[in-house]
């Protein structure tokens, strides 16, 4: 058994793979060191593991190029809610985890009738000149199939994806959910320090060794220390005993990290510059689909998740996405969970607390914005 003394996420492999999971940005520097090493022995999933299944019986309603849009609705009746996963270095499967781990599940046992989520197709080399406009006109697409306007939350980079479409067809959607969501850079983080850090050469450098497509097998590979104990535990936010449940929930975290996405390298290289090096978003820069988004004429009521011991989006710079928005005070709440960035969408504390909250919150009648402010943390 690991030592498991001090804060779980605060341990050193916790800090491991935490990087991970936020990968184009960790990894590159490591690129830059193991340049040819790493991309002259590429590891491959052993060829007899399928792909995890999905926790929540759904359907897919949508095949589009960069996703497949499910649906998870226990009803045809009600308000639509679009769940927009990371499109990192893991599946969607990150919110439909496992029993008593699935946000899915619990959106769904919260109220939430009508579900989606976007399940992001890793690239292939068709896919390598597929930009954030692509993602966002196949966002576009999905809402328009589910029926605008819909509720939206978008998980870590899902969120800025989310929050971008959200200001392009502020008709389009009610109510805009931002969960560990890297926003405003210039708020201090590990991550965005050392982008701005490092020089552009080195992200197209990794582009043009894929022949435009970023590998996420060969990134994991890279960071050859495995999970330990200790990082599950705190992802999960239970103890895993040895009891056979706990070994099969083990096995399939494990599987899950392997089960890597890759990225088209055009996509890639716009994340790095202008969301993590320019902070285009934030500064008001940011041109999505031939217009400008303009973050203070998005009006959405908007509900804020941050957790107090991320390092990949800090509690500070998931929350300075307020200051932002042009949403009025009243339509504004936050809430913060005491884990890590893979604990708000997998931990089951997290779940049933704040996103229960999220789930009561999608639910109700907010009133006007012009009644007493209600920003709560």
């Not at 769904?108 to 000149?129: F, I």
């Not at 850090?197 to 894929?210: D, M, N, T």
């Not at 996420?216 to 103890?239: C, F, H, K, Y």
Request: aromatic fraction near 8%.
């Amino acid at each position: 058994m690991n030592d498991k003394t001090g804060p779980p996420e605060r341990h050193a492999g916790a800090g491991l793979a935490q990087h991970v999971w936020l990968w184009p940005f960790e990894a590159t520097r490591v690129v830059l060191d193991t340049y040819w090493q790493w991309y002259a022995d590429r590891a491959q999933m052993p060829e007899d593991e399928a792909p995890l299944p999905w926790t929540t019986p759904n359907r897919v309603t949508l095949q589009l190029p960069s996703m497949r849009l499910l649906d998870f609705s226990r009803s045809a009746e009600g308000q639509p809610l679009l769940v927009c996963a990371p499109y990192a270095l893991h599946r969607a499967l990150i919110a439909d985890f496992a029993p008593g781990h699935s946000l899915v599940e619990m959106l769904r046992n919260a109220g939430v009738a009508r579900l989606y989520l976007t399940d992001w197709r890793s690239a292939t080399s068709e896919m390598r000149y597929f930009s954030i406009d692509t993602y966002l006109a196949d966002l576009n697409v999905a809402v328009d199939e589910i029926g605008p306007p819909v509720d939206l939350a978008g998980l870590c980079q899902g969120g800025w994806l989310s929050l971008l479409y959200a200001a392009r067809f502020p008709r389009k959607v009610r109510r805009l959910v931002l969960a560990g969501s890297p926003i405003d850079i210039s708020v201090p983080s590990q991550i965005a320090k050392m982008v701005v850090s490092l020089p552009q050469p080195g992200f197209e450098a990794l582009v043009r060794q894929g022949d435009g497509i970023v590998s996420g097998t060969n990134m994991l590979q890279v960071w050859s220390m495995p999970l330990t104990l200790n990082d599950i535990e705190a992802a999960l936010q239970r103890d895993l005993t040895g009891s056979e449940a706990d070994e099969t929930l083990r096995d399939r975290f494990e599987r899950w990290n392997r089960e890597t996405l890759d990225l088209p390298g055009t996509y890639y290289l716009e994340v790095t510059d202008w969301i993590f090096r320019q902070n285009r978003i934030a500064h008001g820069d940011f041109v999505a689909l031939g217009r400008p988004v303009d973050l203070a004429g998005m009006k959405a009521p908007v509900f804020l998740l941050a957790a107090d011991d991320d390092i990949v989006v800090p509690r500070d710079q998931a929350l300075a996405t307020a200051r932002l928005l042009g949403t009025p005070p009243a339509w504004q709440q936050r809430a913060i969970e005491p884990c890590g960035h893979l604990g708000l969408f997998m931990g089951c504390k997290a779940l049933n607390n704040s996103w229960r909250r999220i789930a009561r919150w999608l639910q109700a009648d907010i009133g006007d914005a012009s009644e007493t402010p209600r920003m709560s943390a």
